[in-house]
């Protein structure tokens, strides 16, 4: 297994804030239970030091991250761990969980071509009358992140789509979709621009290919 762990340098407020969060992480990654989800197997607290952890499936692999710093990559085998993506965030979606942190250092590919979606540490349910995150606290990597959660808007399912094909862009670009000098930058990307079209930086993508991102984004 691995172990995920949690030490908050504060105390009082902020400790139990994020001990909340922690614990939530917890319970929404144990009761998602697909093969493109990483498997949560326990969660507990050292009796000696009070440290929270949680025994995770070990994953032995490369994320999307590493693989798309290589540079792009043909947009047959993108497309393939997207849509393995896919299917796990439709099932958690299903589920009632929205990632909100859907990025390519958060997918890890297996040495079987398999992907696995990992942390749904800022992941909500939908139908949870208690927020983790404060009014107005931005939460996501802004590269990645969906314009209604960049302006701390209510958000669902669909912002975990927009997330997945700015990766999916990302991996058949080599670069991100709305990248910036700055985060305001970024962020005032996401919010208010297109990304270039694909076809006019890679050759060979097909038109349905750049169509469904252009939807989804």
């Known amino acids: 297994v691995g172990l995920k762990v949690i030490q908050p340098s504060a105390d009082g407020e902020a400790a139990r804030v994020f001990e909340e969060r922690f614990l939530a992480e917890a319970r929404i990654a144990a009761a998602l239970q697909h093969p493109g989800i990483v498997v949560v197997h326990d969660v ?111 958000v669902d399912g669909r912002a975990d789509i927009f997330s997945l094909a700015a990766v999916a862009y990302t991996l058949l670009a080599g670069h991100a979709a709305f990248m910036a000098p700055t985060i305001p930058g970024i962020v005032h990307r996401v919010v208010y621009e297109e990304p270039h079209p694909l076809s006019r930086l890679v050759r060979g993508v097909p038109d349905d290919v750049e169509r469904v991102l252009a939807r989804a984004l």
């Open 44 to 154: 507990g607290r050292d009796p000696a030091t009070g440290t929270l952890w949680i025994a995770l499936e070990l994953l032995r692999g490369q994320t999307l991250a590493e693989l798309a710093a290589a540079g792009p990559l043909d947009w047959r085998t993108a497309l393939v761990l997207v849509a393995q993506v896919a299917r796990a965030l439709h099932h958690a979606h299903r589920q009632g969980v929205v990632h909100r942190d859907v990025k390519p250092a958060n997918v890890v590919v297996l040495p079987t071509g398999e992907a696995k979606v990992m942390d749904f540490g800022i992941a909500r349910l939908e139908s949870a009358r208690q927020r983790l995150t404060t009014t107005g606290q931005f939460i996501g990597t802004p590269l990645y992140t969906a314009p209604e959660q960049a302006k701390t808007e209510d």
